[in-house]
C-alpha cells in the first residue's frame, strides 16, 4: 500500500509538470518530481549558449542553504573550468551523464575541486544534458553528499528520456525566448588570464591545470610529449612568478574580479 501511495504521488507530480512546460515554475516541478523517485542534495538548471555567459534557469538547495555569492562567482567565469560545461561546448550527447565520464583525470586533486565545487556542488555529480544545436545546450544537474551509486544512476537513466523531451518542450515554447540584456557583459577570464605574458600554448596550458588534467593527458589531449608539456608548464609558472597549482588557481580567481582570501 505504501508504494502505491508513493507511485500515486509521482504521477502527480509528473502532471503538475506538464502543466508547467512553457511556465516560470517548471523547473521548479522538475527537479520536486526528480527527487521523489532519487535523493540529492541540490540541483541547478542551467542553459549554455554556444558563445557567451550562461544562464542559471533554476538554483535548488534541498537544505535551503543556497550561496548566491557561489553561483555569482561561477558566472563570472568559474564555469569555464566547469567538465559538464566544457562537455556541452564540446558537443556531448543528449543523455544523462556522470562526472567520471566528463571530468579530467585529476579532476578532483584541482584547485576548483578543491576550493570550489567540493563546497558547493559537494561529492559527486551528474547531468541531464540536451543539445541544441547553435541555441548551445540545456543542463540538469543533480549534486549529492555522497557519490550516486549503480541503483541509483540505473534510475535516473531509466526516466531520462522524458526529463530530456520535457526539457526539450519547455525550451520550445519559452527559453528560446531571448534572454533580457545583461547590464554588464562578463568578461572572458580565460581568454583574458595570463593574455599578455603568456604565449598561446602556455595558456592552453594553463586552461588545462586549472581543469584538472594530468601531464600525460593534457599530452594526449594537444599531441605532444608530457615531457615538452612539463617545459611549458615550468616556462608559464616563470612567467607568472608563481610555483603552484593553487597559486595559479589564485590568479584565475583574481581575474574574476574575485579575491581569493574571501570565503
Known amino acids: 500500500m505504501h508504494n502505491l501511495f508513493l507511485e500515486a504521488s509521482a504521477h502527480a507530480g509528473l502532471a503538475r509538470t506538464v502543466e508547467q512546460l512553457g511556465q516560470p515554475r517548471f523547473w521548479r516541478q522538475l527537479i520536486l518530481l526528480l ?12 542553459h549554455y549558449p554556444r558563445d557567451g555567459v550562461p544562464r542559471a534557469l533554476e538554483i535548488f538547495d534541498a537544505s535551503d542553504a543556497g550561496n548566491t555569492e557561489a553561483m555569482a562567482l561561477y558566472l563570472s567565469g568559474l564555469y569555464q573550468l566547469d567538465p559538464f560545461h ?22 578532483r586533486q584541482s584547485e576548483y575541486y578543491l576550493k570550489y565545487f567540493h563546497d558547493h556542488v559537494l561529492e559527486d555529480e551528474v547531468q541531464f544534458i ?14 549529492r553528499r555522497e557519490r550516486f551509486d549503480a541503483q541509483a544512476h540505473g534510475l535516473l537513466t531509466l526516466v531520462c528520456p522524458w526529463v530530456l523531451a520535457l526539457m526539450a518542450q519547455h525550451w520550445q515554447r519559452q527559453e528560446q525566448r531571448p534572454a533580457p540584456a545583461m547590464a554588464s557583459q562578463v568578461r572572458d577570464a580565460m581568454s583574458l588570464f595570463g593574455a599578455k605574458v603568456l604565449s598561446e600554448r602556455e595558456l592552453e596550458i594553463a586552461r588545462l591545470i586549472l581543469r584538472g588534467y594530468s601531464s600525460k593527458a593534457m599530452a594526449e589531449r594537444l599531441a605532444i610529449s608530457p615531457e615538452t608539456v612539463k617545459v611549458h ?27 581569493p582570501q574571501d570565503p
Open 233 to 259: 608548464r615550468r616556462h608559464l609558472y616563470a612567467k607568472l612568478d608563481i610555483a603552484s597549482q593553487p597559486e595559479l588557481f589564485s590568479l584565475f580567481l583574481q581575474s574574476l574580479g574575485h579575491d
Open 130 to 143: 540536451l543539445q541544441l544545436g547553435d541555441a548551445g545546450a540545456l543542463s540538469l544537474s543533480l549534486g
Open 86 to 107: 566544457q562537455a556541452c561546448q564540446e558537443g556531448i550527447g543528449d543523455g544523462l551523464h556522470r562526472l567520471e565520464e566528463v571530468a579530467p583525470d585529476q579532476f
Open 35 to 46: 527527487q521523489q523517485w532519487q535523493a540529492f542534495d541540490n540541483a541547478l538548471a542551467m
